[in-house]
Antibody
Framework: EVQLLESGGNLVQPGGSLRLSCAASGFTFSNYGMNWVRQGPGKGLEWVSAISAGGARTYYADSVKGQFTISRDNSKNTLYLEMNSLRAEDTAIYYCAKERGFKGGFDYWGQGTLVTVSS | EIVLTQSPATLSLSPGERATLSCRASQSVSSYLAWYQQKPGQAPRLLIY???NRATGIPARFSGSGSGTDFTLTISSLEPEDFAVYYC????????FGQGTKVEIK
């Protein structure tokens, strides 16, 4: 059974940093691209970042470029999102999601971890 | 940057009725379009990928069609558990979601 388990969400002050993790199991992690998607309170889905299966290629939404860093450790089956200079508008549930295949959507999602940026 | 526009924003229907949701892309995305269902407090669930292929375990009442810039998600006969928010998604250079359509009970 595929499982994605996010952790690391917390209350953080504006300007602070946070690292999210997503522990994967039930599939060959190193074979699939992975993504972070967020959802602000009462809002729609916003794609945040993607990383290729091997980790060589990374992609970011314009809204987080230069602020967030995605990475992965295939030996630990874990995806990360390093978030710096956090702002109130970064407050959201952050989901990790597995790509189904080439441009085939995200077939598995974690339950999400809540990041709240507030003083 | 491709923009996905979903319509209507809200669809009010009764169980047993047919639901037709639209997703329009600002430029062609070929057939690289996916649909998701999200219920309150839950993560999204993949329904359709590559415009018309049902994901694993998705009931046959869900179908997708379209290519290029115009896509449709059809729910042939609404079940009580189908009332939710639906999002379309495409990948060009990166992933983009539409703003969502809420299917609510009339």
């Amino acid at each position: 059974e595929v499982q994605l388990l996010e952790s690391g969400g917390n209350l953080v002050q504006p300007g602070g940093s946070l690292r999210l993790s997503c522990a994967a199991s039930g599939f060959t992690f190193s074979n699939y691209g992975m993504n972070w998607v967020r959802q602000g309170p009462g809002k729609g889905l916003e794609w945040v970042s993607a990383i290729s299966a091997g980790g060589a290629r990374t992609y970011y939404a314009d809204s987080v470029k230069g602020q967030f860093t995605i990475s992965r450790d295939n030996s630990k089956n874990t995806l990360y999102l390093e978030m710096n200079s956090l702002r109130a508008e970064d407050t959201a549930i952050y989901y990790c999601a597995k790509e189904r295949g080439f441009k085939g959507g995200f077939d598995y999602w974690g339950q999400g971890t809540l990041v709240t940026v507030s003083s | 940057e491709i923009v996905l526009t979903q319509s209507p924003a809200t669809l009010s229907l009764s169980p047993g009725e047919r639901a037709t949701l639209s997703c329009r892309a600002s430029q062609s995305v070929s057939s690289y379009l996916a649909w998701y269902q999200q219920k309150p407090g839950q993560a999204p669930r993949l329904l359709i990928y590559d415009a018309s292929n049902r994901a694993t375990g998705i009931p046959a009442r869900f179908s997708g069609s379209g290519s290029g810039t115009d896509f449709t998600l059809t729910i042939s006969s609404l079940e009580p558990e189908d009332f939710a928010v639906y999002y379309c998604q495409e990948r060009s250079n990166w992933w983009t979601f539409g703003q969502g359509t809420k299917v609510e009970i009339k």
